[in-house]
């Protein structure tokens, strides 16, 4: 999406913006003081709707996120 291509359609019509999330980010499960509001790029395409984001990160955020939010291993075979 990054790159200008969509990921779900191959559609090239990639539009970026940004998105706030008002009610916050957290982990599983948490309430609402686990929540953090960060503000994420977003990639959108025009063509099919599918967006992607990533989170604008700093050093605040990434702890937050490596302390609290469940990892998730990367497994060895796909
Ligand atoms: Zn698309």
């Given at each position: 999406?990054?790159?200008?291509?969509?990921?779900?359609?191959?559609?090239?019509?990639v539009?970026?913006?940004?998105?706030?999330?008002?009610?916050?980010?957290?982990?599983?499960?948490?309430?609402k003081?686990?929540?953090?509001?960060p503000?994420?790029?977003?990639?959108?395409?025009?063509?099919?709707?599918?967006?992607?984001?990533?989170?604008q990160?700093?050093a605040k955020?990434?702890?937050?996120?490596?302390?609290?939010?469940?990892?998730?291993?990367?497994?060895?075979?796909?």
């Amino acid at each position: 999406m990054r790159y200008g291509r969509c990921g779900a359609c191959g559609g090239g019509e990639v539009y970026r913006g940004e998105y706030v999330a008002q009610s916050g980010l957290r982990a599983t499960g948490a309430g609402k003081l686990g929540s953090k509001q960060p503000v994420f790029d977003a990639y959108v395409c025009a063509a099919c709707g599918h967006t992607q984001l990533h989170v604008q990160l700093d050093a605040k955020m990434a702890s937050h996120i490596r302390n609290k939010f469940d990892w998730i291993p990367p497994k060895k075979t796909l």
